[in-house]
């Protein structure tokens, strides 16, 4: 899925804000990328990154049992 475009993550950071949290995402080709999230936004992307990888582990547990 990763194009001519896509970086490797090459680091990350969280901080917390008076509103929110700022998340800057950095490739390993020197891009980097800050949003800002409401904490109602980042239990999102927790929950889904929790999701994906329990569906990663229940996969991993068929191809092992």
Do not use: R
């Not at 804000?17 to 800050?34: K, R």
């Amino acid at each position: 899925m990763a194009d001519e475009k896509t970086q490797a993550l090459s680091q990350f950071s969280l901080s917390e804000t008076d509103d929110g949290y700022l998340i800057e995402i950095e490739g390993d080709g020197g891009g980097s990328l800050t949003v800002e999230a409401t904490p109602e936004q980042l239990d999102a992307i927790i929950d889904a990154l929790d999701a994906l990888l329990s569906e990663d582990d229940a996969e991993a547990d068929e191809v092992e049992g």
